[in-house]
Structure formats: C-alpha cells, structure tokens
T-cell receptor, first 116, second 115 residues
Framework: GAGVSQSPRYKVAKRGQDVALRCDPI?????LFWYQQALGQGPEFLTYFQNEAQLDKSGLPSDRFFAERPEGSVSTLKIQRTQQEDSAVYLC??????????????FGPGTRLTVL | AQSVTQLDSQVPVFEEAPVELRCNYS??????LFWYVQYPNQGLQLLLKYLSGSTLVKGINGFEAEFNKSQTSFHLRKPSVHISDTAEYFC?????????????FGRGTSLIVHP
C-alpha cells in the first residue's frame, strides 16, 4: 500500500492481558515512530527506530511497554499486563530519512486500545 | 523541553466564515513548527510547517499560519471554511538546536463547521 498501515484497528483487552500492535511503514522509510494518544489529548512520543535500531525509548511509560523492529521494516509494540490507563490510540509514523534532519512523518490510522 | 499551548479546545464557526486556531509554544532559540489535521478515525496529516525563512507559511486546503517569534505564536488561519474542514487540529513544535526533530504536540482544537 501507499501509506502507513496499522493492525488491528481496534483492540479490546481485559486488564492483565498482553497485546501486540503492528505497524507497516511506507516501503523504504528508514525511521519509525510510535506515539500514544489518550482521549482528548495530543499524541505523545513513545519510541523511535532507525532501521532496526531503537535509538530512543525515552517515552515508554513503563517496562510493560516493549517495541521491536527486527528487520528494519515492520514494527510491533507490545504491552504486557495491560492496565486501564493504557487505553488510548497508538499511532505509528514513518519518515524517509534519519532523525538528525527534518523529514516529514507520515502517520498511520492508529490502533484504538480499550482495556476493560 | 518544548511545550505547546492550544488556547481553544473547541472552535465553532459557520460555513464560509474565517477562522483562526491559536497556538503558543515555549521559547527556544530555534524551533520548527507544525500544524496537523486529524479526521475521525484517521491518522494525522501535515497541513503546513515552518522550518525557516518567510514567517507566513501556506499549506494545503487553503490554510496558512504566521510564525511570530516575539509572541512565540503560530496561529492557523483560513479565510473561508467548508463543512469538510470539521476535524481536530494539532499544533506541534520540535527543537532542532536541542538535537531533536521529534515533535511535541498540543492538546488539539476541535474545529466544528456549521452549515
């Protein structure tokens, strides 16, 4: 496809369950970002990959959050032992170049996670 | 760390009227500024950006914004809105001098265009 895709689009989890959210970036894009968008808020940065290297994970809220991009393309955000405060839309974005210069980020539609 | 304040959480306006969505950022020596639009159940789309140069920036869909360094503002304007402009609008800032091109977003302004 031409844009960033994310799956699933909607996920309902019971508190304590583990979830995995997938992001397919635009083909050839080096950089990949994850953001968390709580209801009524703007997106907040979680983590950044340059190819397969996770260069910045300063935004991950706890050690229950883990992200990987093993082959430098598809990325997975995993949340272990989900809590109600994890309920949010998780956005993925990709950009062509590296983070040291400006590159436009292209966003996916997001995964809406609801933890009951 | 940079921060962004969007002064209005909701802006109702009639179709074909002008609109201004306000954005202020915390001061820094140099900043990159952005406006994004988010339609329901969709990701963010870049409307326009200020990196350097002219302080008046034109974007897609007839929107424009003016960078005002003395007032640390980057307000978004459109002279005549359409129903299809109803969406959530986010202002964002990044601090390239600090080595980060990752944007910090405001809380968003919901633009509601009435017929």
């Amino acid at each position: 496809g031409a844009g960033v895709s994310q799956s699933p689009r909607y996920k309902v989890a019971k508190r304590g369950q583990d979830v995995a959210l997938r992001c397919d970036p635009i083909s050839g894009h080096v950089s990949l970002f994850w953001y968390q968008q709580a209801l009524g808020q703007g997106p907040e940065f979680l983590t950044y990959f340059q190819n397969e290297a996770q260069l910045d994970k300063s935004g991950l809220p706890s050690d229950r959050f883990f992200a990987e991009r093993p082959e430098g393309s598809v990325s997975t955000l995993k949340i272990q032992r989900t809590q109600q405060e994890d309920s949010a839309v998780y956005l993925c974005a990709s950009s062509l170049g590296v983070s040291g210069t400006y590159n436009e980020q292209f966003f996916g539609p997001g995964t809406r996670l609801t933890v009951l | 760390a940079q921060s962004v304040t969007q002064l209005d959480s909701q802006v109702p306006v009639f179709e074909e009227a002008p609109v201004e969505l306000r954005c202020n950022y915390s001061s820094s020596v140099s900043v990159y500024l952005f406006w994004y639009v988010q339609y329901p159940n969709q990701g963010l789309q870049l409307l326009l950006k200020y990196l350097s140069g002219s302080t008046l920036v034109k974007g897609i869909n007839g929107f424009e914004a003016e960078f005002n360094k003395s007032q640390t503002s980057f307000h978004l304007r459109k002279p005549s809105v359409h129903i299809s402009d109803t969406a959530e609008y986010f202002c964002a800032v990044s601090d390239p001098a600090g080595g980060s091109y990752i944007p910090t977003f405001g809380r968003g302004t919901s633009l509601i265009v009435h017929p």
